[in-house]
């Protein structure tokens, strides 16, 4: 499978009584335990935190997960670690 027929993945979430968690369009996950998930898909990373999460099933041809647990938070990570700029380590001394 190639990247391009991953990232045409359609990305959905079902969520049900937060207890079980379907997400599609899923390209990685990037880390887990029993109380955080981080997922990356085709709408960005997310994470998801909880208590006693598994992992259910794993598919990675359909490029889908099923979470168990009791599900607290579900976030998309906008954010990612920027490269900090010459300005900002010059003056990091400074702040």
């Known amino acids: ?9 359609n990305h959905n979430i ?9 997400i599609t369009g899923v390209k990685k996950i990037d880390s887990f335990d029993n109380e955080e998930f981080l997922l990356e898909t085709t709408m960005g990373p997310i994470v ?4 006693d999460l598994e992992i259910i099933k794993l598919d990675t041809y359909q490029g889908s997960v ?9 976030t998309y ?3 990612t670690k920027k490269e900090e700029g ?10």
Request: no cysteine.
């Open 1 to 9: 499978m190639d990247k391009d027929s991953i990232q045409s993945f």
């Open 77 to 79: 990570n906008e954010t």
């Open 66 to 74: 099923s979470i168990k647990g009791v599900v607290n938070s579900l």
């Open 14 to 22: 079902t969520l049900n009584e937060r207890k079980n968690i379907i």
């Open 48 to 51: 998801i935190k909880g208590e």
């Open 86 to 95: 010459v300005f900002s380590k010059l003056f990091k001394w400074w702040i």
